[in-house]
């Protein structure tokens, strides 16, 4: 189905829940969706989302797997984060609240504290039966060697980048005159220690 024809089968359902819309604005899509702002009297807001067709590759069922995610993340006591309100799997879109946001140009240490702090709240050990249950990443890592393999990708991807401001510059220094000798460190310690983490189950996050 073309996201046009999804598009009018998601405006129609919507509003055949009884939610008026005044106002719809297409707006920059993500990565892995078409994206549209739809306003309610000039109050409330919502993201329509609309995913492309399922790969027959990979069998990425991209709508579901996000649905899963919104009613998991919902239980996880994290407020920044949106609600679902109505999706179709079969039709490919998801409607959910609207969230105000910037684009950041850079991290400070309490922006990278707030990270982890949800990370650590999403993947709680009072979540470990819930988490279960959501679909794996396209990109999960399931195991010590996994995770080695994608730091050593991702900051082959990152350095192949040239800088174009000072920020990307400063990252570029601070890789291969910290980053990469703290890593090769750990990495040879992790890799040490990997017969002692056979038992830990990384899908969970919690020991098997």
């Known amino acids: 189905m073309s996201n046009k024809k999804s598009f009018e ?6 509003k055949g829940k009884g939610l008026k819309i005044s106002s719809i604005q297409q707006v920059d899509g993500g ?9 309610k009297n000039g109050h409330d807001s919502y993201a329509l ?8 590759q990979t069998r990425r069922r991209r709508c579901f797997a996000e649905s899963l995610f919104l009613k998991y993340i919902s239980g996880c006591s994290i407020k920044s984060t949106p609600k679902l309100i109505c999706h179709d799997d079969n039709e490919n879109w998801l409607l959910q609240t609207w969230i105000n946001g910037r684009k950041l140009k850079g991290l400070n240490n309490e922006e990278i504290k707030e990270v982890a702090n949800f ?10 039966d819930s988490i279960e249950k959501l679909p794996e990443a396209s990109d999960s ?17 990152f350095t192949a980048l040239k800088a174009s401001n000072e ?7 601070w890789i291969e005159s910290e980053l990469d000798k703290s890593f090769t460190k750990a990495r040879e310690e992790f890799m040490n220690e ?15």
Request: proline share 3%; charged share 30%; glycine share 4%.
């Open 119 to 128: 990370i650590v709240k999403m993947n709680g050990p009072e979540q470990s």
């Open 31 to 39: 990565k892995n969706s078409a994206v549209w702002k739809l306003n």
């Open 9 to 14: 089968d998601a405006i129609k359902t919507i």
């Open 141 to 157: 890592i399931k195991s010590a060697e996994g995770l080695v393999k994608s730091l050593i990708q991702r900051r082959r991807k």
């Open 167 to 173: 920020i990307e510059r400063e990252a570029h220094e």
């Open 194 to 208: 990997k017969a002692n983490l056979n038992h830990w189950n990384f899908n969970a996050g919690k020991f098997a």
């Open 49 to 56: 989302k609309i995913y492309p067709i399922e790969n027959k």
